[in-house]
């Protein structure tokens, strides 16, 4: 992290110490924002002096403390309440920040793992039952065509198959790292719901430019749930540079090894995750819960639109 704190303090600077003596200027003590280069400000972080506009300004005991420093404060505290008003835990103590240690954008801190650990329980079974027959994608994986005959199901429920199972411990170690991460800011519902439609972003994609019998969707699904995690992230004004890489890396594999349905899939998942996780973040604080399901159902019925949209113009 780089340092942008000054060589002297205000009280030194306005004894004359910080500029040969002479008295402070509006010039000299109005800068621009750490964050916000465009905005200047006499105001600046009780803890680390950085210059801070009234956007990047968080209340403190005494005055006010940059983004960065109460993220740092906060990630020493486990959290009663995530950023979407989510209760998670007990006691008095601060909601938890969306950084923290992590490599390419994933997070390393722990959080709430119960629903998370679930859905690699159910995960894990559905590989097992797939190596039988492959049993567990004949019934559950994605299928356009037995889609369009009636089993609705396969838009969603192929995010529980992984199809093989070097791709199982993949997703089961992509799972979870992300999902405690969008399990704790976002909450149960929230995030089972962020992965739905992720996976039906996915499903859209496939039917739309790429229909293919039996597909694994729960890599995709994954995707779209780090795809989540970044909005919210630039919600917040946090720095979404690893996310996007990974992303991108990600994506870029798929593409270099010829595995167009995988891409193609994965791409559909990220943008209907990254949709799913802006609408929950952007919501605004009255109604807010209303706001989010109205918002996260409106997304769904424009996934199901697109992927049936062949169907309805006889492609």
């Not at 009663?80 to 007990?90: D, I, L």
């Not at 093989?164 to 800011?185: H, K």
Request: aromatic content about 6%.
């Amino acid at each position: 992290m780089s340092d942008d704190r000054p060589d002297f303090t205000w009280e030194e600077f306005s004894a004359g110490k910080g500029s040969g003596g002479d008295p402070p200027r509006d010039s000299d003590r109005f800068k621009p924002c750490f964050r916000h280069k465009e905005r200047t400000t006499g105001i600046t972080c009780q803890r680390c002096d950085r210059p801070i506009c009234g956007e990047c300004m968080r209340p403190a005991s005494v005055g006010f403390q940059c983004p960065v420093c109460v993220a740092e404060q906060q990630m020493a505290e486990p959290p009663v309440t995530n950023r979407v008003g989510k209760k998670v835990g007990g006691g008095g103590r601060r909601p938890r920040s969306l950084s923290g240690p992590s490599i390419a954008g994933i997070r390393l801190a722990g959080g709430p793992t119960s629903t998370t650990v679930i859905l690699m329980i159910v995960m894990a079974i559905v590989g097992v039952i797939d190596l039988f027959g492959r049993l567990g994608i004949r019934l559950l994986g994605f299928s356009d065509q037995l889609i369009t005959s009636g089993q609705l199901w396969r838009l969603v429920t192929g995010i529980l198959v992984a199809g093989s199972p070097f791709q199982l411990l993949i997703n089961l170690l992509f799972l979870w790292l992300v999902g405690r991460s969008v399990e704790a800011d976002f909450g149960r519902g929230r995030m089972l719901a962020v992965l739905a439609l992720s996976g039906l972003g996915g499903s859209a994609a496939l039917m739309m430019f790429m229909p293919v019998t039996l597909w694994p969707m729960s890599y995709g699904a994954i995707l779209g749930m780090l795809a989540a995690v970044a909005a919210a992230k630039r919600r917040f004004g946090e720095d979404i540079r690893g996310d996007l890489l990974l992303l991108g890396i990600m994506v870029a594999f798929s593409v270099v090894i010829g595995n167009v349905p995988g891409w193609v899939s994965q791409i559909g998942a990220i943008l209907a995750g990254g949709a799913a996780g802006a609408i929950i973040a952007y919501a605004p604080r009255e109604n807010r819960t209303r706001t989010q399901i109205l918002g996260l159902a409106g997304l769904a019925g424009v996934l199901l639109v697109l992927a049936f949209v062949r169907t309805f113009i006889g492609v």
